[in-house]
């Protein structure tokens, strides 16, 4: 089993940038392909990016490709995803995952999950 724990959301006017973190213990972290979803009110939780275990593959949702980055540090038992020229739509309470499965973008191929941090982008 792996214990996550998300960091770095907060309160960011429209165009700004934020880069959140997902420290890992427990297991080893560098089996693990990682994932952030996030959940805006009201709406159903929903994939933004993942990496597999060793970082040589990302995967985005379309729409965000281009301004969002995620990354890991093995060394450090952590992943991150930089958030760039953030618009209002993007706020919500974004997780970050340990993969199990074998569909980056599926939320039921995720065991492990963290509690979340809010972001909240301001127009």
């Known amino acids: 089993q792996v214990q996550l724990v998300e960091s770095g959301g907060g309160l960011v006017q429209a165009g700004g940038s934020l880069r959140l973190s997902c420290a890992a213990s427990g297991r080893s972290f560098s089996v693990y392909a990682m994932g952030w979803f996030r959940q805006a009110p009201g709406k159903e939780r929903e994939f933004v990016a993942s990496i597999t275990y060793n970082g040589g593959r990302t995967y985005y949702l379309a729409s965000l490709k281009g301004r969002f980055t995620i990354s890991r540090d093995n060394a450090k038992n952590t992943v991150y995803l930089q958030m760039n020229s953030l618009k209002p739509e993007d706020t919500a309470v974004y997780f970050c995952?340990?993969?199990?499965?074998?569909?980056?973008?599926?939320?039921?191929?995720?065991?492990?999950w963290g509690p979340g941090t809010q972001v909240s982008v301001s127009s």
């Open positions: 995952a340990a993969m199990v499965g074998s569909h980056y973008s599926l939320e039921k191929d995720y065991a492990y």
